[in-house]
């Protein structure tokens, strides 16, 4: 089992920014983590239906994969000594606001950017961003 917890999400006036934590723990990926993909995805209000890609990193190698919506606005980046994925994200924009999951699964590119192919998720995290 992998558990993931969301934190760091609030309001914030556009153009600002905010840093997202996932937190990363359980036997299974302890043991096996270099076969995991850590990815980012946000569900905006009014579409509850979909999660859109944000963000993802490949455990083994670091690599990281971005939407091209927050390429170079936001960067995913790791802390192996605690198994904590962050997001960065900067000049935020009102279109940003959203609930913003966490998610892990024992896969790779291209597959970390697509939401059905991971089956561990965190509870998410608001971020509200004001005009």
């Known amino acids: 089992q992998v558990q993931l917890v969301e934190s760091g999400g609030g309001l914030v006036q556009a153009g600002g920014s905010l840093r997202l934590s996932c937190a990363v723990s359980g036997r299974t990926f302890s043991d096996w983590a270099s076969n995991y993909a850590i990815g980012w995805f946000r569900q905006a209000p009014g579409n509850e239906r979909e999660r859109e890609f944000v963000a993802a990193l490949t455990w083994s190698d670091g690599s990281s994969y971005y939407a091209d919506s927050v390429t170079g606005r936001f960067t995913i980046s790791r802390d192996n000594a605690t198994n904590t994925v962050y997001l960065h994200m900067n000049s935020l924009k009102p279109e940003y606001s959203a609930v913003y999951y966490c998610?892990?699964?024992?896969?790779?590119?291209?597959?970390?950017?697509?939401?059905?192919?991971?089956?561990?998720w965190g509870q998410g995290t608001r971020v509200t961003v004001s005009s």
């Open positions: 998610a892990a699964d024992v896969i790779s590119y291209p597959f970390v950017m697509i939401v059905s192919e991971y089956d561990y």
